[in-house]
């Protein structure tokens, strides 16, 4: 190596070694060093290809050319080896792949690996170099700041597995670590933060001057890594080519490096000091785990250590001056500070980030003794509380990680306290500005530390307007004043505002202040979108009309704006401002007045200005900075609104201490007058520039309180609790912020107003506060919040057009636990924080809004003044299956065209779900006495529509849950409702729009004439609402009440892959005319499943179950709805591919969008027919389908729709945005996501980090992952099987993991979750390799894995039963390869028993007369048959240990039960009595069907009473069993449900037969009812046949149906599949006539 290229160096030592290298363009060196110093015959470099890119032929030609100056036979070689970036690489194959290279290679243990790249490289390389040969030497050239400062340092080595990170490692010290800063240079910016995240935390444990230094220089920091400097001739690797910032980076980088060095020498091994680099970590890796990858390691630390540092600062140890140091420092690396971050909050896993599930990770951590977690806690900024973590309570976490508090209501343990309040925002505001703007250097004191003040400070160095540092351990803020001249941010730079108002005020005007001769030179300031909307139109308007150029970029009147920098900068003279909306206006144009280009007279104009005092505090502290306003009067010495400032610069005062908020001082001062103790607040007194500080004497003093106030001291003492009085009339307007105080404190204010400020038109108990609208466009309404709040603890208040009216109420008498929203507003928090000191269970739901003006509040709740809180999660489970936006049990709302059949299907939702049934109307009409017509014609519409209006809020307020409101289709004409209806269906429950085809509402209401006319055509009114319909509602529902008929022309298809066409030949007209008991069905379905009742999802995608779905690819789905049966079997749901349907019912060739109104046809249709839940599926061409790739916002209209329509499943891709995914996901309700990734490249592998990744995003947006690649050969399905391998048992989503393509055929055999299949009657396959259920059965069974199974009937006689057809023709439809035998014997003897004992025993069936017999042989029982006390069905289970157990069950009672409950109508089943005749086993299953069913009574007849009689004992007597000794004597009245169990034979309708039970005709008096013969043979038996001929209103129950129903059950039981019913009904139908 030549001189001219030997770099100037930092040598740090560690572990007594001079080992570590520092500086830039290292890498000839780094060739050099290790070539001379470190002998070998073979140097290996590891680096990953992404690192390769930019580095690896520098490093080639580096060592090449020093092994040049080699003699041939003495050179060692030089390898290089390329692995795939990331943290997947990190794995156990990760390290095994190099390994096998390095054997490959013939690599002996004199080899030594050059780890070049980030952590990853240098984890994975170093532990293959601790165990390869058993040791092998390596060096660590890091290339990321993290990799640099942290990683590469301390020889910790180690990969990755399934349970967790770097689980398997080794400590394994590297030769040397070389830190080339050049190599930041390629570094994305987004890595340098996150290597920055471990600087920081460095400084904070260690090092305050470091700190200091990363604090006050990020920009200068950050500007070294955005040069070329390679293209500059290596500038920097001496260091006289190296730039003020590259020394700047690199001293930062040794500073870090050495600090843990140190640590590292001291403890190598971690067993104390060496803790203390975890500062952050405990809660941020916990929170690593739950974001990874999508967040980096850094950016979680970042926000670990903030915790952490709260975490200290609640154990008193930690001031907030420190806090908010470490955040505003993370904060100027761009790093996230709070989980509330939109990067953060934006990510789907973010939900998962609740307190129980952090803590639950943070019990797997090194550090923890036992169950104790362990944080380090800083003490200051540069040193912590202990030299190793600290144990700390897993409640102190809870509290701080909490976002809501709740504060725990008693009497302040410290009373009397006495305590000063954080310094006043608004002085602090001013000052900071005021310092900035001067010469000279200003120590401000008690500045507040505040997110609102962050903000200023950060502005103000982004307009490089002065200099910032710390003094007295951050008490004191130094500000280097730049004397007025300020700079135009850099280009793209914006100026963030958050939602800090005064900021932007003061800002606007400094903005104009900024000078340049530099055409289109301009400043822009920005906020959140609440900022976006407040105002500053009157403050812009002002400094406009005198000349400075100011534009809106978005709304007129609001941020953000865009200032334009001119040469003169602010243009002064005569301004006029309205000041009637926000004095900040004022206060912003006089602050900058004094740098004006000429002298300014500001005149306030428009009316009464308002809140004078903080024009008063400006002008106060403006004179302190040297600068005297003066105020106009007139001739009578009266004020005038006219203000004169001089030109001149501010001069800073050497020290300027901001006197303690009055604002804040209310809280404390207010909680002393609710709880009847005494608080003193230093700081504040008469003497204060603060118009809040008249808060005690104009407010609390007239609520009855003691106040004594010095010139800077208050002291209040309330009157004992529940004494406060109500004020009467208060004028707010000197001290606006403090009405919020003032309004808890009124609620609960009863007594009477002194003498002379009652009110005479309001009750005694009322506080009318005025003078405060202009809190309405503060961070939030803070009028509306305040009604809308104290509302939820039974307070009652009037809103005013100028303030509002509080009803105060006895303390005992407000609800306890109401859950406040803050709307982010730091009053409102704190306000009501002050209310939950005496209201149990008071919760505050976003504790962290206090930051703005007292970040440690609750802190201070707790130190100071003695009140508990505790933290509260909100949202107690974790998971996005579980986000539900609905509440549970929530009313549903049924709105929609009158006529539409909301009242029909409302009755029959209620039904279905035991709920009750609330018409709307008909709580108008009797709420007002008339019919709604006759209202309408008595009052006119708009009356009516005002108290429909009423109405509604009524039930939405009494009716919320478990009730189904039919509302009046009219109700959407009102704005007020639809808004009222749509938050309704926002966040607390279903609105379903109830629609019918608009020709059959036409008709229909044509036959109706109760109700008042439209006086307009129907599909006019109809038009107008629709939409209204549609904007109200969170779902919809297709009334098919009528007679939808639909006609659909299809012509004859055929289709090239062989499926057969055998559905539409033709010219075929389908007619859907839904059957009563298909929309009772479909009602209770979609009813269940949009409340949550009984969410119809597939119950067989679940862990040890096999799950299909069949692909539906008819383009028109209608003529397939006959075959739908035969379709459907075995499968747990259906496909609709919404991308293939299409209106001309051809099969879509050009890619297009189906009309909306078509896919809720389809799917309607289906539902028609079908219970089975439905995955709606869309693809665009680019994933594989017909939907056009553009047409991003009809697909998701399309599924909204299918969310709307209750489809249980939607199919989303993740190459749809992320918040697109997001967005249909927070309101899927009780549906699931599945959120898929198709590979149709072909080039996806499934042991390549993209699957990990692909699968890892699916796992986090989708409640199911689906995975579908294509497989090239076979060995791409073991792949596959190897990647679902390795993500372990542990409990973990459902995953679809599949291979397209002929070869991928196994990959569909095997995969276990809802399997895509076709069968033979589609049109066509949904995607190339797909086969039929009953080619998986058979595919199945051939590989091993669905072994045979046999099943029996025991019982005698039975030669002639119909069960070996039902369940052996199930089996065949299915592909299963079990068979169905009978076994008939007289006892339940060794053939029975050898049957069940045997392995392949798959079930049997019980029948007589072995019911009874056969129960001890059973290892248990079901609920059901241990009741009856009889077995039908055995079925072997296996227990959580692997072994066997047989398991007795009975279907007999489910079967009657379904044929009683399906048929039953309009009786109610209470009033209802059964009569069972027979006292046999089925007997037994009778009584307990009728029982579940809920009949009120039932009979009990047999020939032989006593035997009936110990039926009747075995059962409980809430059954009501009567035993009947005579069939005509029905001493409770006629039955209305008859079943009898005895055979056919054995009965008679005919009174001459003798050996047989008469039946008289008396027993079917009811006017209807249901009878069901157990006896099938012959089909008409005597009972039946009776029934018909006595009263043809009974339905009228064969025992084949019976039969059959039970046998379908039982095959459900043993096969988990549904059992294809036609097709075995249509077979025993034909064997049972034969
Ligand atoms: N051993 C330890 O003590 C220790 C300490 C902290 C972190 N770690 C480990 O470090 C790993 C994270 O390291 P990381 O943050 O460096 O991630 P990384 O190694 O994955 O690198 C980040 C990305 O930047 C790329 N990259 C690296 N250098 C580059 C450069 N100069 N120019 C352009 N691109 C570049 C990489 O290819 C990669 O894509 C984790 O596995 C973590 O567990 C280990």
Redesign the pocket.
């Known amino acids: 190596m030549t001189d001219s290229r030997k770099p100037d160096l930092y040598k740090v030592s560690i572990l007594g070694k001079e080992s570590i290298h520092c500086g830039f363009h290292l890498i000839p060196y780094i060739a050099h060093t290790v070539l001379t110093t470190l002998p070998s015959s073979t140097y290996v470099l590891v680096t990953?290809t992404?690192?390769a890119k930019?580095?690896l032929s520098a490093f080639e030609a580096a060592f090449n050319a020093e092994l040049g100056t080699i003699a041939v036979e003495k050179r060692p070689r030089f390898l290089s080896h390329l692995i795939p970036?990331?943290?997947t690489s990190?794995s156990r194959e990760g390290k095994a792949e190099i390994e096998d290279f390095l054997l490959a290679n013939a690599c002996t243990r004199d080899t030594l690996i050059l780890a070049l790249?980030?952590?990853?490289?240098?984890?994975l390389v170093g532990f293959v170099a601790a165990t390869f040969m058993r040791g092998v030497r390596f060096v660590q050239i890091p290339?990321?700041l993290?990799?640099m400062v942290?990683?590469s340092v301390?020889g910790?080595?180690?990969i990755d597995t399934p349970h967790g990170?770097?689980l398997v490692g080794a400590f394994w010290q590297p030769e040397y670590i070389f830190i080339d800063a050049a190599?930041?240079e390629?570094?994305?910016i987004r890595?340098f933060s996150?290597?920055m995240a471990e600087v920081v935390k460095t400084a904070a444990i260690w090092d305050e001057n470091e700190f200091a230094t990363l604090e006050s220089r990020a920009v200068d920091i950050t500007s070294a890594i955005q040069i070329e400097s390679a293209k500059n001739s290596h500038a920097g690797r001496v260091v006289s080519t190296r730039s003020e910032s590259q020394k700047l980076l690199l001293s930062v980088i040794v500073g870090s490096i050495s600090v843990k060095a140190h640590i590292v020498t001291i403890d190598e091994r971690e067993t104390g000091l060496r803790n203390l680099v975890n500062f952050g970590h405990t809660i941020g890796h916990a929170i690593e785990a739950i974001l990874t990858p999508a967040v980096?390691?850094g950016e979680c630390v970042s926000i670990g250590m903030m915790f952490e540092a709260e975490v200290a600062r609640q154990m008193g140890v930690l001031s907030q001056v420190a806090v908010g140091r470490l955040s505003r420092c993370l904060k100027a690396y761009n790093l996230p500070i709070a989980v509330t971050d939109s990067r953060i909050a934006s990510l789907p896993a973010a939900r998962q980030l609740t307190v129980d599930h952090l803590l639950d990770v943070m019990k797997v951590d090194k550090k923890n003794s036992g169950t104790v977690k362990k944080i380090v806690i800083l003490s200051r900024i540069g040193a912590t509380y202990e030299q190793k973590a600290t144990a700390v309570s897993d409640q102190r976490i809870r509290n701080v990680l909490s976002e809501a508090i709740t504060v725990i209501p008693a009497v302040p343990r410290n009373t009397p306290v006495k305590m000063a309040t954080p310094g006043s925002k608004s002085i602090s505001n001013r000052a900071l500005v005021l310092a900035a703007l001067g010469q000279g250097t200003c120590r401000l004191k008690n500045l507040l530390h505040s997110d609102d003040t962050q903000v200023m400070m950060q502005a103000l160095i982004d307009l490089q307007g002065a200099t910032f540092s710390w003094e007295d351990n951050g008490d004191t803020l130094v500000v280097q004043g730049g004397g007025g001249s300020l700079a135009v941010p850099p280009a793209g730079k914006e100026i963030y505002l958050q939602n800090a108002g005064t900021a932007a005020r003061f800002l606007t005007t400094v903005c104009t202040l900024v000078k340049s001769d530099k055409q289109g030179a301009a400043t822009v300031i920005t906020g959140n979108a609440r900022m976006k909307q407040r105002p500053c139109g009157p403050l812009v308007d002002a400094l406009r009309a005198s000349g400075n150029p100011i534009e809106y970029r978005e709304n007129a009147g609001s941020l953000p704006l865009s200032i334009s920098a001119t040469s003169a900068g602010m243009h002064g003279g005569h301004i006029r401002l309205a000041a009637s909306i926000s004095s900040q206006y004022v206060s912003s144009i006089l602050l900058c007045a004094p740098y004006a280009s000429s002298p300014v007279v500001l005149e306030l104009v428009g009316g009464q200005v308002i809140s004078q005092p903080y024009i008063d505090m400006t002008i106060g502290v403006m004179k302190s900075f040297g600068i005297m306003v003066t105020r106009d009067v007139d001739a009578a010495g009266k004020h005038l609104d006219v203000y004169r400032i001089p030109t001149g610069p501010y001069r800073n005062p050497s020290e300027f201490t901001i006197e303690s908020d009055a604002s804040s001082a209310t809280y404390p001062l207010a909680i002393a007058a609710i709880t009847g103790t005494t608080c003193t607040i230093t700081g504040i007194g008469s003497a204060s520039l603060q118009g809040d500080a008249g808060f005690a004497k104009g407010v609390l003093e007239a609520m009855g309180c003691k106040v004594v106030q010095t010139d800077n001291e208050t002291t209040v003492t309330g009157p004992p609790s529940g004494q406060l009085r109500a004020i009467g009339f208060v004028d707010m307007e000197p001290m606006t912020d403090a009405f919020l105080t003032a309004s808890v404190l009124a609620a609960v204010a009863t007594q009477p107003p002194y003498a002379g400020r009652a009110l005479a038109d309001a009750p005694v108990n009322t506080t009318r506060i005025l003078g405060i609208a202009n809190q309405r466009v503060k961070e939030c309404n803070r009028i509306k919040a305040i009604i809308d709040e104290l509302a939820k603890f039974g307070v009652h208040t009037k809103e005013l057009d100028d303030g509002l009216e509080i009803y105060g109420k006895p303390i005992g008498e407000l609800n306890q636990g109401a859950s406040i929203n803050c709307y982010d507003d730091h009053r409102v928090a704190m306000a009501f924080s002050v209310l939950g000191t005496v209201v149990a269970g008071t919760v505050l739901e976003e504790k962290r809004c206090v930051a703005k003006t007292w970040p440690n509040w609750w802190d201070d709740l707790e130190n100071k003044i003695g009140i508990s809180t505790k933290g509260v999660e909100l949202h107690t489970s974790a998971g996005p299956s579980v986000d539900r936006y609905h509440e549970h049990g929530a009313s549903v709302f049924l709105t929609g065209m009158r006529g539409a059949g909301k009242t029909f299907i409302g009755t029959l939702a209620a039904e279905a779900l035991g709920w009750k049934f609330t018409d709307a109307d008909a709580v108008f009409e009797s709420k007002h006495g008339m019919l709604v017509s006759e209202f309408v014609r008595d009052k006119g519409w708009e009356a009516f529509r005002e108290s429909e209006k009423a109405v509604l809020d009524e039930l939405l307020l009494t009716r919320d849950k478990k009730h189904i409101v039919s509302l009046g289709g009219g109700i959407v004409e009102t704005p007020s409702a639809r808004e009222a209806l749509k938050n309704y269906a926002k966040s607390r429950g279903p609105v379903v729009h109830v629609l019918r085809e608009i020709d059959e509402i036409v008709q229909y209401l044509g036959e109706e004439t109760s109700r008042p006319a439209y006086g307009e055509a129907i599909e006019d009114v109809f038009r107008r609402r629709q939409p209204w319909y549609a904007e109200v509602s969170s779902h919809e529902f297709i009334s098919h009440t009528g007679t939808l008929q639909q006609s659909i022309q299809v012509s004859k298809k055929s289709t090239s892959d062989g499926h057969a066409d055998d559905i539409a030949n033709g010219r075929t007209v389908h007619t859907i005319l839904p059957t009563s008991s298909g929309v009772q069905a479909e009602v209770k379905r979609y009813f269940e499943h949009i409340t949550g009742l009984r969410p119809n999802l597939a119950p067989n995608v679940q862990p040890g179950k096999r799950s299909y779905f069949l692909s539906l690819t008819f383009p028109d789905l209608t003529p397939a709805l006959p075959l739908m049966d035969l379709l459907t079997i075995g499968v747990d749901a259906l496909e609709v591919r919404a991308d293939l349907l299409s209106m001309s019912g051809f099969p879509v060739t050009t890619p297009s969008v189906p009309p909306r109104a078509y896919v809720a046809t389809q799917v309607t249709a289906i539902r028609q027919r079908t219970g089975l839940p439905i995955v709606f599926t869309l693809r665009t061409t680019s994933q594989g389908g017909m939907f056009p790739d553009g047409a991003q916002t009809e697909a998701m209209e399309l599924f909204d729709l299918a969310l709307r329509l209750g489809c249980e499943y939607i199919d989303l891709e993740t190459s749809w945005p992320e918040e697109r995914i997001r967005e249909l996901h927070s309101r899927k309700g009780y549906s699931q996501v599945i959120a898929s990734w198709h590979d149709w490249s072909g080039r996806m592998k499934w042991l390549g980090s993209e699957v990990s990744q692909k699968y890892k995003l699916a796992a986090e947006l989708g409640d199911i992952v689906k995975i579908v690649g294509t497989a090239g050969d076979i060995g791409d399905n073991i792949d596959l099987l190897l990647f679902v391998r390795s993500l372990g048992k542990t409990p973990r989503k459902p995953f679809l993991a599949i291979n397209m393509g002929e070869q991928g055929k196994m990959s569909r055999i095997l995969n276990s979750t809802f399997s895509p299949v076709t069968h033979p009657l589609l049109p066509s396959r949904a995607a190339p390799g797909q086969l039929s259920f009953a080619e998986i059965q058979e595919a199945l069974h051939l590989v091993g894995l669905l072994p045979k199974q046999q099943f029996y009937l025991f019982g005698t006689p039975i030669s002639h039963s119909m069960s070996p057809t039902i369940h052996n023709t199930a089996f065949a439809t299915l592909g299963l390869p079990h068979h169905y035998d009978l076994l008939e014997t007289e006892s339940v003897d060794d053939k029975v028993k050898a049957a069940i004992a045997a392995s392949d025993f798959g079930g049997a069936s019980i029948t007589i007369p072995h019911k009874l017999a056969v129960i001890p042989l059973l290892d248990g029982l079901s609920e059901e048959a241990q009741t009856i006390g009889a077995v039908n069905t055995i079925v072997p289970r296996k227990r959580a240990d692997g072994t066997r157990e047989l398991w007795g069950d009975n279907t007999d009672w489910a079967a009657i039960h379904h044929m009683v409950a399906s048929n039953l109508k309009g009786v109610s089943p209470a009033s209802a009595k059964g009569l069972v005749i027979g006292a046999g086993g089925t007997s037994r299953a009778a009584l307990y069907a009728l029982h579940r069913a809920g009949i009120g009574a039932i009979y009990l007849y047999n020939r032989t009473a006593s035997s009936a009689k110990t039926v009747v004992a075995s059962f409980p007597a809430t059954y009501n069993i009567h035993v009947l000794d005579n069939l005509d004597v029905l001493p409770l009245g006629p039955p209305t449900v008859i079943i009898s169990t005895i055979p056919a034979s054995a009965t008679t309708s005919d009174s001459h037969t003798h050996n047989a039970l008469f039946l008289p005709a008396s027993i079917f008096a009811a006017p209807q009812g249901v009878v069901i013969d157990m006896a099938y043979k012959p089909s008409a038996t005597p009972l039946l046949k009776l029934a018909r001929a006595v009263n043809a209103s009974w339905v009228v129950v064969t025992g084949l149906s019976v039969l059959l129903e039970q046998g379908y059950r039982q095959f459900e039981i043993w096969t988990g599949r549904r059992a294809p019913r036609s097709i075995v009904e249509k077979e025993v139908l034909a064997k049972y006539s034969l």
């Not at 790249?117 to 984890?123: N, P, R």
């Open positions: 990953d992404r690192v930019f580095h970036p990331g943290e990190k790249g980030g952590g990853v490289v240098g984890d290339t990321t993290l990799a942290d990683s301390g910790k080595t180690a990170k770097n190599f930041l390629t570094l994305p890595e996150n290597g980096l390691h």
